[in-house]
């Protein structure tokens, strides 16, 4: 987790780390944050994808940033 420290003394905005699995239980997306700007964090988000053994064969790093909806 990040943690933003803004206004008074002991304010912080929380920043997760956010992750998606599928019904298997496979990790299947994470979004790491990487910025803050004007109260809304961007994330990084590294896909995954798996062969028919469970095994993961493909893991993406996209260089653009998204927020938490995207």
């Known amino acids: 987790m990040m943690f ?21 239980g496979w990790l299947i997306e994470s979004r790491i944050p990487v910025k ?6 961007f994330y990084q988000v590294v896909p995954f994808r798996y062969d028919k053994a469970g095994n993961r064969t493909e893991e993406k790093y996209y260089l653009d940033y998204q927020t938490r909806e995207a």
């Open 4 to 24: 933003k420290e803004f206004g008074g003394a002991n304010e912080k905005l929380l920043i997760e780390y956010l992750y998606a699995y599928n019904y298997a």
């Open 36 to 41: 803050l700007e004007e109260g809304e964090a």
